[in-house]
């Protein structure tokens, strides 16, 4: 059973919803990456998912794409980002971590290769943003040979068969996506999600986590009691952003536990 599973399967167990939070990587110093993955993990995150910075991420809202900017001038690149993950996994055994990013770095790098580094790594997951599952089988097929899970994002506009399409290729969990436009948009309409998330359920077996749009304590709780996992990434970014050196982990901490404890009062 993979580390994605057996974390969802324990808040199963529990009855509770599943926290994921986002950081870029390298995001605002290379240094301070493993640092911020810990702090997710004490403060709660049951699954951490990791931007791997890109010069021209297309569904980055523009607090991410700072947040790819300041990374990429500290020249960070996928290979970096595997030995922050590596370098996580000396201590932390236990919590789930999915790369979150684009195609053109896995490419260059070559999937099986990629796929190779992942496991050994330490990497539980996978999201390609730009490669939709009709056109991934040969790339998914590599990630899952190593043990890692392949997963997909699912917007408001996806129709029942590009969803049963998905639920077939799809490991670990399906990433919603709460409404159309780019990571940090505003006008999040949860009554959309709560009539989209039983469209999804008819096809897909696996936890679905919702994202995009979710700002605060109050609209994560009000997210969590309609699905499987609540993700959060700009607002955490914009966190990191706001904040310096010395105050950067204890920040990013709190919120994160303020999250922590709305999503489990769903």
């Not at 709660?44 to 523009?62: K, N």
């Not at 990013?101 to 099986?112: D, L, R």
């Not at 991934?136 to 399409?165: C, V």
């Amino acid at each position: 059973m993979s580390r994605i599973q057996t974390a969802f399967e324990k808040l199963k167990l529990h009855r509770r919803k599943a926290l994921i939070p986002f950081i870029t990587a390298g995001d605002p110093d290379p240094k301070i990456t493993v640092s911020l993955l810990h702090t997710l993990a004490e403060a709660g995150a049951d699954v951490i998912e990791l931007g791997v910075p890109f010069s021209d991420p297309m569904a980055d809202g523009p607090t991410i794409q700072r947040a790819s900017e300041r990374a990429l001038k500290h020249r960070v690149s996928l290979s970096d980002v595997l030995g922050m993950v590596a370098e996580f996994r000396k201590n932390d055994s236990t919590t789930p971590l999915v790369l979150m990013g684009y195609g053109n770095p896995i490419e260059a790098m070559g999937w099986e290769t990629f796929a190779q580094r992942c496991a050994g790594a330490g990497v539980d997951g996978v999201l390609t943003v730009d490669f939709p599952p009709e056109e991934s089988h040969e790339a998914f097929g590599h990630l899952q040979r190593h043990g890692i899970d392949p997963i997909f994002l699912l917007a408001p506009t996806t129709n029942d068969e590009r969803i049963a399409k998905v639920a077939k290729q799809a490991r670990g969990y399906v990433y919603y996506v709460s409404l159309k436009g780019v990571t940090g948009a505003g006008n999040l309409d949860l009554g959309d999600i709560e009539r989209k998330i039983p469209q999804l359920k008819k096809h897909i077996t696996l936890p679905i986590g919702v994202g995009f749009g979710i700002r605060d304590a109050e609209t994560a709780l009000a997210v969590a009691k309609l699905c499987d996992g609540v993700v959060v990434g700009s607002r955490i970014v914009q966190e990191i952003e706001n904040s310096n050196e010395q105050n950067l982990l204890a920040n990013v901490g709190r919120l994160v536990k303020e999250l922590r404890l709305a999503v489990d009062q769903a």
